[in-house]
């Protein structure tokens, strides 16, 4: 339901100087645009090395494997946070990637529309989450998520730790090829998540501290030849 | 908490800030900070290329604002969302409360949102009898220790120390270890995670609306913004109207600027993006979405010579470069708009009854026109605003006018300027010591106050030139 929007439309209008809300899409006829040129010519290796350099700024630690190598680093990396609970999304790509015994090995849950709300009651005790990047961005080092029934927004968010799996090939400069991207998908997602490193705030006499709200400990795996 | 944020007065609030030392110190400190990471963060770019699109990004939104507002609207509706287009504060919390009764809300929990503050919506909807708890780290320490307002737009509770805070979280929410920032915060952690799976309804603010597409654009660094909209049944997001961009290339690149210049950060932990409530067998995220869109004024600034303010994607860059700000303090603006584009929006939202003198904290040095990633003219509005004060509503500061009235008068007659530079000089002697003023009389108190005046000469210019110059021979 849409309400007042007439009469508000129509005092917006009369400031702009016209009779009646325009309603004709305008052109955008930018004469700048500066976020096309950023890494421009960066070649693949050359992003994957922004990348590591912005994972040191954002606390967050960064490792480097192949398809074969994932299982073990991945495994290595869920022990390191202490194991316990790990909670994953239903993403096809973690089969593809031969981690789902992995899995296997902690008490798991796979986020699935079929769980309910158990999903996000299991995601609230996990120790661990784990998602796969379906964009990544180097300049910045973040991941970008798209929500969806298997993909659940939470997984992110209230485990303690987060491990983000990123596949070489979601590698972008910027957030700018992210929001085309976007725009060339037919639908968009009830929920898109820009995530770069551990939630952190500066509130208490600007000491940096880490894991207010969401995960405390972040470390993203870069899958190189996936 | 409404956007006027103190009954005293302008010179009152001024003079208990200057001598709070922990205030001033904590925001030179912060001001240093920012800028440095602000200037890191722009450097590697061609900032001035990305200046010139943040301002015709949104200049473009402006001007065509009508057109905007209703894509915008046609697409939340499309996603199930619900649009109200409030032109008052009052019809704002009004529906927001309706919501409220209408879902039984007895909780809420809030992600730090300056136009909610604006149309002071906790307060309206505690008299429901709802708990309204504000999630931002910053916003829930100030909260919890009665409501202390805000003294800068990113950093809230910059003016409280570690023990403050730790007295504040024991009184009230049963705190007993270390004043240590890890600690307080990993408590905060606790006690708000709780809130969150408890709460009815989430409130946000919006840092950009992208019309294509219907979606809501939220910044934090802390990801409390994510939780409020992911838990709740019900999401209510609450936007200033000119908060607006065309499509998700723009608001790409506005965020962008908003991080670099407000944390100095190439992007903060979290950016999201909402587009109406959840879908068919998703788990998490809202059954139900409403868009508050608020006028509340603005739309009074459109269309005239104030317009180019409603650019402001709220960075702060402006308040971390204000030497005004730096010495007085966010407190000292009366209103949770601090700084620069405090000084400038808040007379237009609030009126001049109220925020007359904030126009004239400021050197006018230009300092906040230079870092505004959207290119504001800051300075030259504050200017205006002095223009407007003195010349349309006829009530430039007392002290000014006296001090005016009485240069009229001296130099409107030959010879009571005469007199009056000749008796200059003895009539303030009294306050004259060591050939300097230290405590001047009148509009002099307020120089004094921080500088002395040299001594009045006893020999008027005037007399020296007649002297030194007759017949073209100095004597």
């Known amino acids: ?226 | 908490m409404a956007m006027k944020i103190s009954q005293q007065k302008f010179n009152e609030r001024l003079s208990s800030n200057l001598e709070n030392d922990f205030m001033r110190g904590a925001v030179a400190g912060a001001q240093h900070r920012f800028q440095t990471r602000r200037s890191a963060a722009v450097d590697s770019l061609n900032w001035e290329e990305w200046r010139n699109h943040g301002e015709e990004i949104r200049q473009h939104v402006l001007e065509n604002l009508d057109y905007y507002l209703y894509e915008l609207s046609i697409n939340v509706e499309a996603r199930g969302g619900h649009v109200f287009f409030a032109q008052t504060a009052e019809e704002a919390t009004e529906y927001i409360s309706t919501i409220a009764k209408q879902k039984s809300a007895k909780k809420i929990v809030k992600a730090k949102s300056m136009v909610t503050e604006e149309i002071n919506l906790n307060s309206h909807l505690e008299q429901l009898g709802c708990e309204v708890i504000e999630t931002d780290l910053g916003e829930y320490i100030l909260q919890l220790d009665d409501h202390d307002p805000p003294s800068h737009i990113v950093t809230p509770a910059l003016h409280k120390n570690k023990d403050q805070i730790r007295e504040v979280f024991e009184q009230k929410i049963g705190y007993t270890a270390s004043s240590q920032p890890e600690e307080l915060a990993l408590h905060a952690r606790k006690v708000l995670r709780e809130h969150y799976l408890t709460a009815d309804i989430g409130i946000t603010g919006c840092n950009f609306a992208v019309a294509e597409t219907g979606s809501v654009c939220l910044v934090t660094n802390e990801g409390n913004a994510d939780l409020v909209t992911a838990l709740p049944k019900t999401q209510i997001s609450v936007m200033g109207m000119e908060r607006l961009v065309p499509t998700f290339e723009e608001m790409e690149v506005l965020v962008g600027m908003l991080t670099r210049s407000a944390v100095g950060q190439k992007l903060t932990s979290y950016i999201t993006v909402l587009t109406g409530i959840k879908e068919a067998l998703e788990v998490d995220g809202p059954e139900e979405f409403h868009l508050v869109i608020v006028d509340n004024g603005r739309s009074s600034i459109l269309g005239g010579e104030f317009q180019s303010i409603l650019q402001c994607i709220r960075c702060a860059a402006c308040i971390n470069t204000c030497p005004v700000y730096r010495h007085v303090g966010g407190h000292t603006y009366g209103s949770i708009y601090s700084g620069p584009i405090g000084a400038v929006l808040s007379p237009l939202l609030g009126g001049y009854d109220d925020y007359k003198e904030l126009p004239y904290a400021s050197t006018l040095c230009g300092a906040c026109t230079d870092v505004c990633p959207v290119k504001i003219p800051l300075h030259q509005l504050l200017h205006k605003h002095r223009e407007v004060i003195v010349e349309r509503e006829g009530r430039a500061p007392i002290s000014e006018s006296l001090l005016m009235q009485a240069f009229g008068m001296g130099t409107s007659s030959q010879s009571i300027y005469k007199l009056g530079t000749k008796v200059a000089s003895t009539v303030m002697k009294p306050f004259t010591k060591n050939e300097k003023i230290t405590n001047g009389p009148g509009p002099l108190k307020n120089w004094t106050a921080y500088r002395d005046f040299p001594s009045l000469q006893k020999e008027r210019f005037r007399d020296w030139f007649e002297q030194h110059n007759k017949g073209g021979n100095p004597k």
């Not at chain 1, 999903?119 to 379906?134: L, T």
């Open chain 1, 1 to 226: 339901m849409i309400q007042n929007r007439e009469s508000f439309l129509q005092s917006v209008a009369a400031r702009l100087g016209r009779s009646t809300p325009s309603l004709t899409k305008p052109e955008r006829n930018w004469k700048h645009l500066p976020q096309h040129e950023v890494l421009k010519d960066a070649s693949m290796e050359e992003l994957i090395e922004v990348l590591r350099e912005q994972c040191l700024n954002i606390h967050t630690t960064l490792k480097k494997c192949t398809k074969q190598q994932l299982p073990e680093i991945l495994n290595e990396t869920i022990v390191d946070y202490g194991g316990g609970r790990v909670i994953y999304s239903n993403d096809p790509r973690f089969g593809v990637l031969n981690v789902l015994p992995v899995f296997e090995q902690f008490e798991h849950l796979k986020w699935q529309s079929g769980n309910g709300e158990r999903n996000i009651d299991f995601a609230e005790q996990a120790n661990v989450g784990v998602v796969i990047s379906n964009v990544t961005l180097a300049e910045s080092g973040t991941i970008m998520l798209q929500a969806s029934p298997e993909v659940g927004r939470t997984i992110s968010f209230l485990p303690e730790n987060s491990i983000a799996v990123i596949p070489k090939s979601s590698i972008v400069p910027r957030m700018t090829q992210a929001a085309q991207f976007l725009r060339e998908q037919s639908h968009v997602s009830s929920c898109i998540n820009f995530i770069t490193g551990p939630s952190n705030s500066a509130d208490i006499e600007m000491n940096l501290v880490v894991g207010v709200h969401g995960p405390v400990r972040m470390t993203y795996i870069l899958v190189e030849d996936y």
